[in-house]
């Protein structure tokens, strides 16, 4: 392995310059484990651990590496060990909010420069789903492309592909059948030697047995079982898998959960046919109930706005309005946690005030 043929550009390395000319390398994750990660480097395969300082100065999950993530790693004298010292700036990264009540962030890849977003096309599709995925694809600041799959249990295929068109914009929408091989030639165009994408969607869709088609040998799925198209043994972790081709593929776990993190950008560009029509609203503060001139109402009124993506535009814009408050409630009490662990360090350090 080089770095290069595991993502490795010039951003990184920048980054990387203020450890060079000792014993630290750079190394990319691969699995995220319980107590541990697997991270791939120029001297092979690690198995590495984060330092006691790092964890402890973490303020939540996203501070900690992510697959996808390069870091900076210290080798140890044991076979195939390291310890991780540093986190290196992420390019990209898709997140969300952390399942439960929890009000903290979620890596769920780093460092990807295309999002395919897969869907299903018998019972798991869901254009509000796709929706979703696409605000949150956007935000990541990688490239989104659309995966339709399993078009060999449709008859509609035209049809489908223009209404998920639609909602896409100008993004992508490629139609495949994993199981029948057919489509899957245009993700590699995607996946250029050093370029990593990530494959993402909810359990069943398919990514385990399009990443099988990719690798020319089975990994993971079982059959499907009968009467409802679904895998019975599906992705357990997320993984970053070389592919024989060059490129890099991140496999993800079906998502049960896809809560939103971070601004309104992405609502934003994955809604911007909603943004025009407010725009030409007669009133600034126009609510889109009452008020005369409201483009919004009259697209709804003359079938040019689906009711559907109108509510599904403002349920996101709530969904985001009500986490980004929780979350200046949780950085408020983060940031004084931080300040007590940065006092108490210092405290360890200097017991009798030196070097304050």
């Known amino acids: ?3 290069e043929s595991l993502g490795w550009n010039p951003v990184f390395a920048e980054a990387f310059k203020t450890h060079e000319g000792g014993d630290l390398i750079p190394g990319r994750i691969a699995v995220q484990h319980r107590a541990y990660y697997s991270i791939l480097s120029e001297i092979g395969e690690l198995k590495g651990e984060v330092t006691g ?25 044991e076979e195939s060990a390291a310890t991780i010292v540093e986190l290196l700036p992420r390019k990209t990264k898709f997140s969300r909010k952390v399942a439960g009540r929890k009000t903290e962030e979620q890596i769920v890849a780093a460092n990807v420069d295309v999002v395919f977003i897969v869907s299903g096309l018998d019972h798991d599709f869901n254009p509000r789903r796709i929706e979703r995925y696409l605000v949150l694809a956007r935000q990541s600041g990688a490239e989104p492309v659309v995966l339709l799959n399993k078009t060999d249990l ?26 029948n091989d057919k489509g899957l030639d245009a993700i590699i165009k995607y996946l250029k030697p050093g370029r990593t994408g990530a494959l993402l969607g909810s359990s069943g869709v398919g990514k385990t047995t399009i990443i099988n088609h990719l690798l020319g040998s089975a990994r993971k799925t079982a059959e499907v079982r009968e009467n409802d198209s679904r ?27 896809l809560q939103l993190w971070g601004g309104a950008e992405g609502v934003e560009e994955t809604f911007d046919d909603i943004e025009e029509l407010e725009r030409q609203c007669k009133f600034r503060d126009c609510s889109h109930d009452v008020e005369p001139g409201c483009e919004v109402r009259a697209a709804l009124e003359g079938g040019t706005l689906e009711p559907e993506r109108y509510e599904s535009y403002r349920k996101l814009l709530r969904e985001l309005a009500y986490h980004n408050r929780k979350q200046n409630q949780a950085e408020q009490r983060k940031e004084k946690e931080r300040i007590k662990k940065r006092t108490s360090q210092h405290k360890r350090n200097y017991p009798h005030g030196k070097g304050s």
Not at 154 to 175: H, N, S, T
């Open 1 to 3: 392995m080089t770095l």
């Open 53 to 77: 300082k790092m964890e402890y100065l973490a303020s939540g999950p996203q501070d900690l590496p992510a697959v996808g993530d390069w870091v900076v790693l210290h080798p140890r004298s």
């Open 154 to 179: 449709r008859d509609d295929i035209k049809e489908i592909r223009k209404e998920v068109a639609r909602i896409a914009g100008d993004i992508p929408v490629v139609m495949t059948s994993a199981l």
């Open 231 to 257: 895998g019975r043994h599906t992705t357990a972790v997320r993984e970053l898998i070389l592919l024989p081709s060059g490129g890099l593929l991140i496999d993800t776990p079906g998502m049960r959960e």
